[in-house]
């Protein structure tokens, strides 16, 4: 039974380096971005391209011993956001294991977040907009990958695991 799990382990990273072979930074620096609006911090993981943490400006979490603790909605792994297809040869392509390249734009209204993850025949972006709200828009565009795949079937899973941050009457001490 440990073999079988050391060898599925070790199928797993090896179609991972696989998929990140066939999605490699072509140029420009992977790391982790934090943004900002009037109610959010933000930050956004190379990794995957995704939101790695939220926090809400105006609101504190409960804790009676910390009175000002930071309310986060997502943050240490509880957000999961990812893409999958296969390859034309066959390795199923993961979002999350890719490393994406951040790009910010700020306007008088809003801050746009473009990560992109690149390879030598194509591109998918996650373009993430930020107003003066609670909202975070997100658009999935992609260029080229009928260059990577000739499936035309994507794999779509979201994840997001919520904290209990609030009092309620259960929690009374």
């Given at each position: 039974l440990v073999q079988k799990e050391k060898n599925a382990e070790a199928k797993k990273a090896a179609n991972v380096q696989q998929a990140q072979n066939v999605f490699q930074p072509v140029t420009g620096e992977a790391k982790d971005i934090e943004v900002s609006n009037e109610k959010l911090n933000v930050k956004f993981a190379s990794k995957g391209g995704q939101i790695d943490a939220?926090?809400?400006?105006?609101y504190t979490s409960y804790d009676k011993n910390d009175k000002n603790k930071p309310l986060f909605l997502a943050k240490d792994g509880s957000n999961s956001f990812n893409l999958s297809f296969k390859a034309k040869?066959?390795?199923?392509?993961?979002?999350k294991d890719l490393v994406f390249l951040p790009v910010v734009?700020?306007?008088?209204?809003?801050?746009?977040?473009?990560?992109?993850?690149?390879?030598?025949?194509?591109?998918i972006q996650y373009i993430y907009t930020l107003g003066n709200s609670y909202g975070i828009d997100l658009?999935?565009?992609?260029?080229?990958?009928?260059?990577?795949?000739?499936d035309n079937k994507v794999g779509l899973n979201w994840v997001m695991d919520g904290f209990s941050t609030e009092r309620g009457t259960d929690q009374v001490t």
């Open positions: 939220v926090q809400l400006k105006d040869n066959g390795v199923e392509i993961n979002t734009q700020k306007n008088s209204a809003n801050t746009i977040v473009t990560m992109t993850a690149q390879s030598q025949g194509g591109q658009e999935v565009k992609s260029q080229g990958l009928s260059n990577i795949t000739s």
